[in-house]
């Protein structure tokens, strides 16, 4: 047990059970009142009655409730610092503000034999002024949770102006990583699935799945180069869903090289605008403004 002051006391204590995720409160063994227990610490609490008497108000006669554990507050340097999850058999400072009887924890640090997995959290508050409940709406945070969820997350938030937020969730036990804004604004990569998908807020949309990639959006998809595009397939199919529109190549040249034959299907015709030259033609009729059979 340190050397008490003015304001406060300091003693050891060893945790009575698991703390709760989420909760800055825990239970505690103070060794310095029970210093000859020995063997497992259990929580015990009982009803005791108890008789006073007085002079003047006479004799009163009650009933209370003991406890060999305390309960003590995460003690942090600021609100925004989160607890470490202790667990039950390790080893913790306590704090005690004689002036309001308020019990105080830290983890001292030896946590040998007991932790393992664990979760921790760090947060920086977002917003101007004091700030009494630190949370997800007004702070900055980064979340590991070996122990339940298997996950790392890093937040922000929008309390100081941001006109947007920003998640990144890596979550092994699943096998993803996920980053994502709040406009719905996505990039996830599932290892295990083979799995890589973008899409934004307009749903514009790449999606890698195993050997297929589907690329979409609602309004133009631009592929741009300085030299040229090569698509390197045996069989390439333009399916017009809607059954509207066309196909327009604005070039200079147009040359198709087939090592058997060239069919081109039409409902209404085709149109062939300017001197053309075939070796052969095989139709149920040739109609035009010009033909000629000769070279040109």
């Not at 039950?88 to 019990?103: C, H």
């Not at 030896?110 to 949370?135: F, I, L, P, W």
Request: glycine share 8%.
């Amino acid at each position: 047990m340190s050397s008490p002051t003015n304001a406060e006391r300091k003693v050891t204590g060893i945790v009575a059970q698991d703390k709760a995720a989420g909760s800055r409160e825990i239970l505690v063994f103070l060794q310095d009142t029970r210093p000859y227990d020995s063997g497992e610490l259990k929580p015990i609490t009982q009803k005791v009655k108890f008789q006073t008497n007085d002079n003047q108000q006479g004799t009163a006669v009650g009933e209370a409730t003991e406890s060999n554990v305390v309960r003590a507050v995460f003690k942090g340097s600021a609100e925004s610092d989160m607890p470490p999850d202790v667990v039950k058999g390790e080893t913790v400072e306590i704090t005690q503000d004689v002036n309001s009887s308020t019990l105080y924890w830290s983890a001292s640090g030896r946590t040998t034999g007991n932790r393992s997995r664990e979760r921790k959290e760090m947060r920086a508050v977002n917003q101007e002024g004091y700030v009494k409940n630190v949370d997800d709406g007004n702070s900055y945070f980064i979340k590991i949770d070996t122990l339940t969820t298997k996950e790392i997350r890093l937040q922000t938030c929008m309390s100081d102006g941001e006109k947007f937020a920003y998640t990144i969730v890596i979550n092994p036990k699943e096998s993803k990583i996920t980053i994502c804004d709040n406009e719905n604004n996505e990039i996830c990569i599932d290892s295990k699935e083979e799995h890589i998908f973008m899409r934004n807020k307009s749903e514009s949309i790449i999606d890698m799945l195993k050997k297929c990639i589907t690329i979409g959006c609602h309004e133009n998809l631009i592929l741009k180069a300085e030299k040229q595009i090569v698509m390197d397939t045996p069989c390439w199919t333009n399916n017009n869903s809607s059954g509207d529109g066309c196909m327009v190549m604005d070039c200079k040249g147009l040359q198709i090289n087939a090592k058997e034959s060239v069919n081109i299907k039409s409902a209404n015709g085709i149109g062939l605008h300017g001197p053309t030259e075939a070796q052969s033609i095989v139709a149920g009729g040739i109609q035009g403004e010009y033909y000629s059979t000769g070279k040109y």
